[in-house]
Each structure stands twice: as C-alpha cells, then as structure tokens.
C-alpha cells in the first residue's frame, strides 16, 4: 500500500475586509444611553465608531473637524427620538443634528436613519411648540429619501443596530459598490491610506481633548446659570406677590345658571327690575324666556355670552423669565402649575356680544318719579359689566419665538434664547387670564413652576399669591 502522503491543495488566503467608519447622529440630552448602545453595538460588529455632539455651537473649529471626519467616514447613522436638538444657526433655527445629516446626505455618504416610535417616547423627552414642528419636518425629510428603521426601546435599537449595518455592508459589496474602509497596517495599505489613518489618530485626539475641555466648561455652566419666574404689574415692575380680585357675578358657572324667569319683590324698599313693569307683562315675559331656553342651543350661546363676560372681567397676568446669571442658555422651557379651582385662557380675549333673537324685555316708564327705567341683559342673566384691562406698554412684547401653551391648570413658558442678565416678558396676547370657581374658596397659596433647559440644571420655586373676594 502506498503510504506516500498526497499533496495538498493549498489554502486559499481570506479576502482582506477593511473595517468601516460609522458616524454617530443624535441630540444628545435625550438619548445619551441610546447613544452609548449603538457605539457599542458598532464595536461588536468590529467596525469603527465615531461621532462629535458635544461641540458648541460657537465652535466654528469644531464644524471643521465634524466635516472631515463625516468626509472620512463610510457610513453615517443617524437616530431620532422627540428632541430637535440644539441649534447650529441662530438664524435659520437648524439644529446641529440636521445640519450633519444635511451634510452627510450631500456628500454621499450611505445613511442608515433610526427614528423612535411617537407612543415609546415620553412626555419629558418631547418638544413642543416650534421646535416640534422644525422635528416633524426633519423626519419627513429623513423618511423621503430613505428606508427608516423604527424602534422603542434601546434594546429594540441595539438589535435593528445589529443588523441594519452589516446587511448595508453586504449590499454595497454585492453591488461592486464597497466603502473604502480601513486597513490596518502591513495589510497592503497605501501610503495614502496610511496618511490618512494618521490625521485621523490626530484628529481624533484633539476631539477627545476638545470635548473634555467642553465637558468641564459645561459641567461648570451648569452650576452657576440660574433662573428667576416673576409676575409684572402693567409698568414692567415686578410683584412681590401676585393678587387675584374675583367678582361673584363674573364667574362663568355662577352666570351661566343665574338665567332666571322675573319675580316681583317682596318687602323691598326700593323697586326690583320686576316692579317697573305690569304683572301681565311679566308672565308674557317669562313665557317668552322659558320658551327661548327650551332650545338647547339659545341655551348655550346664552351661556357662552356670561363665560366671556366672565373671562373679560377676571385677573390677567404678565409673566417674565429672568436670567439671574450665567451665558446665553438656549431652549429655556418654564412649567407653571396653578391650584385646582382655577380656570386659564391664554390669547386674545373673545368679544362678547348679546345674541340677537333674545327676547325684548318689557319696560314701563310710570314708576320712579317718572323715570324710564330700562333693564340690561346682564341685570337678569346675573353677570357684572366687564371691567377695563389697562393696556400693556409696547415693550412687552417678545420675540415670535417665545410661546405660552396653557393645559389644565398648568402653564408652560418657553423662549428660544435667554441671554446674561436679561429677562424676557411675554407679551400682552400671550397673557394669562385666569377665572377661580366659587366651590374654591381659596384666600392664598402658591404657584409652583420648574425651569428647564438641556444647557442647565433643572431649578424650582413658587410665587405667592391672595385672593381677594368682593
């Protein structure tokens, strides 16, 4: 038998497989774990993270750096939840995220898009307002031009993570389309390749150095910005507390069921509103009433005309955002929560105006020493004359980009930009109104509020208020 060993077919050497560069796209505050998730998920898949959201938006410097590393990058990943970020351009509004992605798509640069499910994110991690909007139409644009993942949990974005790079990879290669990658050295690598390995190394030092310089500049911010909510009197003056005055008769609830039929008086030594008039007048009067408010809806514009009445004649309230020290803070949001039995309207107040088909009262001029005696509406529907608003001087207003949203009993104060030592007042048609219900009879407290900005530490505090009855 030959033993003699047969050859062997030699072995055929693996392809050499660079690893690809992903740059990393988030706001940062709201997805700081998330953010973390996916840099190591990309190291598991033996590829190359990077990403720079740490930079000022001063930083032109930075800018530089972020476009050459998105240049020397092979694919960019970019995750969306319910914050827009912060604001690259003061002017254009365009956040630091969208002008990556802008740039990333403009450039060519494969992008892999991540966008959180609206019912997984919470109320604390989503913008209102403006920002909101600017958010949508981000993800509108995103979602045009690309496949989208959707994700809800971090796990959930870890395991799309998983998946989604290596199965882009695989269809680029497949294509004959391949990123081009790194090699590591003495794999073949040209001294291109090696040139450009090396600016990266620098590059990426002088990040890390940056972004701890930044951190620390940060971390120090924070510690001394502080914040202030004050209530203005119609001068521009800050209250040491805040007054509510309430008239019973103003109250929407109160007005609304004091719609009754006429009686005559009994005992009075002056003449009520029925007195000037016969009693067979009277009865065909409330005839006329009972017959009117037997249709639901003359009901309800009767009562919607005593709730503006209402609302005309109840405490208005001008509040201000006060930076008591620290830089320019961006984004600055102030949640304002009044006691239960109040009721809020925020805007221009509504005109109220006497429906028309009402039905006319009766009037006689023979009693009072001959005296016409003419009764209003408002004597028999139970509800005050409004009392004057004084009007709010000019430079009350504020920027468009400042917004109050009212929601219950709560307020919500934003302003896009909060400069050192300033204070922005909302405007006149941004005012608080505010009507008290008579099963409330508050007489003082408090209204608790929390400001909040991504730049800074969460503050609290309270503004005292009294109520005055008459």
Known sequence: ???????????????????????????????????????????????????????????????????????????????????????????????????????????NIPVIAFIRKDAAITGDKMDTGKTAKRLQEFKAKVKSRHL?????????????????????????????TPRPGWYRGGQGASPAVVEEMAHLLSDNRTLREENERLKALVAAVKEVTTFEVEVLDSEGNPLPELTFKFVYQQDPQHAAGAFTPLELSSGSTSPGPADLMWSSQMVEFNQKIEKYLATAENANRVRQYTQEVALNGSTRIIFAIRSAGGPTTNDVRCEIEFPEGFTLHCGELPNPRLPHDLPERPRRSERGRGSTAVATLLEYVGAAVPRAVPPVASFFHAPSSNTVYVDGTAVTLSAKKLQHASRIVFSRSDDIVTVLTPQNQLHEGELRYRILSDETKPQEGTIPFRIVYE
């Open 1 to 107: 038998m030959d033993e003699t060993p047969k050859p062997t077919a030699p072995a055929v050497p693996r392809p050499i497989r660079p690893k690809y560069q992903v740059f990393v796209s988030s706001t940062f505050g709201d997805l700081e774990n998330e953010r973390k998730a996916v840099t190591w998920e990309i190291l598991k898949l033996g590829e190359i993270p990077t990403g720079m959201e740490n930079f000022s938006a001063e930083s032109d410097r930075g800018w530089r750096i972020i476009q050459k590393t998105i240049d020397r990058s092979d694919y960019y990943v970019l995750v969306l939840a319910g914050r827009y970020g912060s604001p690259f351009d003061s002017e254009t509004g365009v956040s630091w995220t969208e002008h990556e992605y802008d740039y990333a798509h403009e450039h």
């Open 148 to 176: 989208v993942e959707w994700w809800d949990t971090e796990a959930d974005l870890r395991a799309r993570v998983a998946s989604a790079i290596p199965k882009r990879i695989r269809e680029d290669e497949d294509e004959g």
